[in-house]
């Protein structure tokens, strides 16, 4: 007889093979108690990855809202797993093709993250939300724009799945679930966008209408079993003061300070266009959604049925699709952990602390 082995830590992985290994022990035992078993527990959902080591794409409209670039570049500090930024919504003929792509690479450049890779993305025509006009060098060349070779690389480069943030509308993944869809299975969407509750009734969430389409494709390959089941942090959870920084808010104070480095002094000229031009404060949408993806306490998620309509506005429906919804955060603690990351003087130490 072997050794107890009852003092030993049992490890998730652990766990997560022996839940494999009961689920598909009852498949292959159809009629019996087993294979009810099996049913009841692949009904609840599968197991969840363990998603703390694997790449982090990011989709990104970065250089609108400053929103974005905010989010990407806490991320960037923190996250060595950051693989490639995808720029969605990308600007049209009046400003040119690719300068939000441009504008990214130079913010992780900065930032001293040459290793992350950056594709332009699908572009939506022209769009009046770029704020980040004169912000990059001349001689920044355009990045490569083919978003399906570039998430092809990244999936190519590990065997386990891929993180994908949306910070902007679902085009990009649309167009990798259509012309790659053996990668859809792969990928762990969590997603901003959408709201069963909008401040506009007559129309949709702003990241949802911009390319109804596209939600439509994304919602039918979860539905099908494509897709993992996606987590959307929607927008009556994030739109609140209480994650907004304005001019006077202590995050723009330490990127504006005088010894601050060159990525935070572009982050402070970015804002300074956005405030000008739109509104005098930046709501932290997508950095919330970026703590979402990983899976600190701060957001709180229900599983439901969601159906799309016509115009990209979301309801919940028996006949809906079942996706993760945001129900509430906790928004002093995600800012807390938002400014220590944006803050010039702190040193990273360990993921997801």
């Not at 699908?122 to 083919?146: I, K, M, N, W």
Request: net charge negative; aromatic share 6%.
């Amino acid at each position: 007889m072997g050794e107890s082995r009852d003092d030993e830590p049992v490890s998730g992985a652990d766990i997560r093979a022996e839940w494999r290994a009961i689920v598909e022990s009852g498949e292959s035992l159809p009629g019996s108690g087993l294979a009810a078993l099996s049913a009841r527990m692949r009904a609840t959902g599968n197991w969840p990855e363990d998603l703390r080591s694997a790449p982090m794409i990011i989709d990104t409209d970065i250089g609108g809202d400053a929103d974005d670039a905010l989010a990407v570049a806490a991320a960037a500090r923190s996250l060595p797993r950051l693989a490639l930024v995808l720029t969605s919504d990308e600007t049209g003929p009046a400003v040119g093709y690719g300068a939000r792509a441009r504008f990214a690479r130079f913010l992780l450049d900065l930032i001293g993250r040459t290793d992350v890779a950056v594709s332009s993305g699908v572009s939506l025509g022209d769009t009046r939300y770029f704020c980040a006009d004169g912000l990059v060098p001349d001689e920044l060349p355009p990045q490569p724009a083919d978003v399906v070779e570039a998430v092809r690389a990244v999936c190519a480069a590990v065997p386990g799945p891929v993180q994908w943030v949306g910070m902007g509308p679902l085009s990009n993944l649309a167009l990798v679930l259509e012309a790659a869809p053996e990668l859809a299975s792969r990928l762990h969407v969590t997603q901003m966008g959408g709201a069963l509750n909008y401040r506009d009734p007559s129309r949709a969430e702003h990241n949802f209408r911009l390319d109804v389409p596209s939600v439509h494709r994304v919602f039918d390959a979860v539905g099908k079993g494509l897709l993992p089941t996606s987590h959307f942090v929607t927008s009556e959870v994030t739109f609140t003061s209480a994650i907004e920084i304005t001019a006077d808010h202590p995050v723009h104070r330490a990127l504006a300070a005088p010894d601050a480095p060159a990525w935070a002094a572009l982050l402070v000229a970015h804002m300074r266009q956005w405030f000008e031009r739109f509104h005098p404060g930046t709501i932290q949408h997508d950095a919330l959604t970026l703590s979402a993806a990983l899976q600190l306490p701060f957001v709180e998620f229900d599983k439901m049925p969601v159906a799309v309509d016509g115009i990209g506005r979301t309801v919940r429906s028996e006949a809906g699709v079942p996706v993760w919804l945001s129900l509430s955060a906790r928004y002093p603690s995600f800012m807390r952990w938002l400014s220590q990351r944006l803050d010039p003087a702190w040193k990273p130490a360990e993921e997801g602390t």
